[in-house]
């Protein structure tokens, strides 16, 4: 009888494992797209309407989300595509698929890149093959053919042949690339038309945002090589090129300077305002051309939600875009993190000592130090651990969903994934399960 119950007990065990294991590979991810969720149920994928109720049956060894009606999902080790009725679009023998979206898709087989149209429902594959596709989200897709790139928009035309070194960053209607010439990798800009605007000339370079970038050049000295060295015979040139005393300038979109000074080194722009260095100390410049907060900082954030974390003698405070503190420098070190020490939603993470706490835009602290972790504000809620357990507290920091959860996500179109007793399950915004609560 005994050794019956430890068979029992030792058969209950390994179910419990293998059952947990398999729902350990449902990611933690609340994922939606086009009012359509992915869930998951012991390791596979399958899909919901916004009241959980299931279009498409957990079945697939992974899924991303809907976009345009379709979506890439994983079956047997191959990628396929379907659409919202679960009806195959593209068949399942592809070692990776992209939705570039507008019914555009990048099919890998192979390790040859192909260019698709859904059109009513049918395939259509672009005429080429490619080594690398890169979906852009601003009207175009970066092509590789090998080592050199190019750009495909997207109603399938070649705006600029596969001849760049690289293509970097597409914004504020420029085109950031690099071209290799003579032993020399040189940044310059096309248009959103695929004509080169801004030439290639500078050593470096950042994407351009609201009429200003940030460009480096150099003093040049060109240095004989003997010929008998690779270069000669492989690149037909015996020379190669040093630089010296580099340099940063603020350029428009026309290539004019912004501004006559020059800086030791500069952060991509945003929001109008670029953080520029100079003797080893920090300011920032506007789009206009004007040095509006001086150079007295060790170490700043780029601005975003209209405000900057600068940092001065080991502690931090936050600046508006004409240099004011809207809080005191009383905070700790800025950390090279994304949800802190930025606004976001209309409120940042910071630290004071070793905890976390939250800041509104007047500089108020309304969410105490007393976190170990804090994630981001969304849905009016903020996930946060105390303790070891996480739960969520609202712009306040009142609890409005109690600490007890082993692991939890911030909240993402009023659901979140959370963790407890090893089991993975979806609450909504009053902290009731509303997906897998068996």
């Known amino acids: 009888m005994k050794i019956v119950k430890l068979l029992t007990l030792l058969l209950i065990t390994i179910v419990s494992i293998v059952n947990l294991k398999a729902q350990n590979k449902c990611s933690s991810e609340f994922l939606v797209g086009e009012n359509i969720i992915r869930i998951c149920d012991n390791g596979q994928y399958g899909y919901s309407d916004m009241k959980f109720n299931t279009i498409i049956k957990p079945q697939y060894d992974y899924g991303k989300a809907f976009l345009g009606g379709y979506c890439v999902v994983k079956k047997n080790n191959k990628w396929g595509v379907i659409d919202v009725n679960n009806k195959v679009i593209v068949p399942f023998e592809y070692d990776e698929i992209q939705n570039l979206g507008n019914k555009l898709f990048s099919l890998k087989q192979d390790r040859i890149f192909k260019l698709c149209r859904i059109n009513k429902g049918k395939l259509e594959i672009y005429n080429g093959n490619f080594s690398d596709i890169r ?22 035309k070649e705006l600029i042949p596969c001849k760049l070194e690289n293509i970097y960053d597409y914004n504020d209607g420029m ?50 090589v003997r010929p008998d060295e690779p270069c000669c015979h492989v690149a037909n040139h015996c020379f190669h090129v040093h630089y010296h005393d580099q340099y940063w300038e603020i350029i428009d979109k026309n290539g004019n300077r912004l501004i006559e000074l020059a800086f030791d080194t500069v952060f991509t722009p945003t929001e109008g305002m670029m953080a520029v260095r100079k003797d080893g100390k920090w300011g920032f410049v506007n789009n206009k051309g004007k040095l509006v907060v001086k150079f007295e900082y060790d170490r700043v954030n780029q601005f975003k939600g209209g405000f900057a974390a600068v940092e001065k003698n080991g502690k931090t405070r936050f600046i ?25 939603n209309d409120y940042a993470i910071i630290k004071k000592g070793f905890k976390y706490g939250v800041i509104n835009k007047k500089g108020e602290e309304v969410v105490p130090f007393d976190y170990f972790i804090i994630k981001r504000y969304s849905d009016g809620l903020i996930c946060a651990e105390k303790d070891g357990k996480y739960g969520y507290i609202d712009k306040k920091g009142r609890v409005i969903i109690d600490f007890i959860y082993d692991f939890a996500q911030p909240f993402k179109n009023k659901f979140a994934y959370v963790r407890h007793n090893d089991k993975m399950f979806i609450i909504n915004t009053k902290g009731n399960c509303v997906w897998n609560c068996d």
């Open 175 to 224: 085109i950031f690339s690099i071209i290799f010439q003579d032993e020399e990798r040189l940044s310059g800009f096309y248009n959103e038309k695929g004509q080169e605007f801004i030439p290639h000339k500078y050593i470096l370079a950042t994407p351009f945002d609201n009429s200003m970038a940030g460009v480096m050049s150099a003093n040049k000295e060109i240095v004989p």
């Open 320 to 344: 508006n875009k004409k240099g004011k503190g809207i809080t005191q420098p009383i905070y700790e070190k800025i950390e090279n993190s994304y949800e802190t020490y930025t606004f976001i």
């Open 135 to 156: 979906p852009k989200d601003r009207g175009f897709i970066v092509v590789s053919l090998e080592g050199l790139f190019g750009i495909v928009s997207n109603d399938l």
